[in-house]
C-alpha cells in the first residue's frame, strides 16, 4: 500500500508518520529528500529548502524523477507537501502526471491550527523556514484541501483529513492507520 501523507511545513507531519511507521512497518520515503539527493547529485542545491528557490523547470524535473523512483516501491508512507510555496506562486507537489507514477491507495491530509503550526515552525531550529503569518498558513492549508480534493478524483484513492493537536501525534497516527486498516 502507498500512502501519501501531506500538510504544511510545521503540521507535524513527521512525528505522525513516525508512528505510523513503527504500527505499520510501512516505511517512509520523503518525497523531499529523493528530489533533494538528485539536486545535491547534481550541484544544484546544498540544502533541500534551496530547491524551491531553483527554477520552475529544473524543480519540475527533479519532481519527476522522484516521482519514478517511488512509483516503483510497493508499499510506502510518502512523506509530501501538496502545495509547496516558491517565489512564483504556489507549486503542485502532486500534478497528474506525478500522481500517475506513484499511483496512490490513500492520501492523508494532516491539519493543524495555525496558530500552532507558526509556533511549532518557530521552534524547529533544523530547517531554513520563511517567517508566515497566521493567514498565509490558513491560505495554504486551504489550498491543500483543494489539491488533495483534485488528487483523489485523479487516482481514486481515499483521502482522509487528520487534525495533528498539540500533544497528540498519537490519536493523529491512529486515525491513519484506522484508514490504512491495520488497526
Known sequence: MRVIICGVPGVGKSTVMNIVAEKSSHPIVNFGTVMFEEAKERGLATHRDEMRKLPMDVQRELQR??????????????????????PYGYFPGLPKHILAEI????????????????????????????????????????INRYLAAAASVITGANIIFVENKEGKAEEAANKILKAMGVI
Open 65 to 86: 524523477n522522484a516521482a519514478k523512483k517511488i512509483g516503483e516501491m510497493s508499499s510506502a508512507l510518502i512523506d509530501t507537501h501538496l502545495s509547496i510555496k516558491t
Open 103 to 142: 499511483r496512490p491507495h490513500l492520501i492523508v491530509v494532516i491539519e493543524a491550527p495555525p496558530e500552532i503550526i507558526a509556533d511549532r515552525r518557530g521552534r524547529d531550529e533544523d530547517r531554513i523556514r520563511d517567517a508566515d503569518e497566521i493567514r498565509a498558513i490558513k491560505e495554504q492549508q486551504e
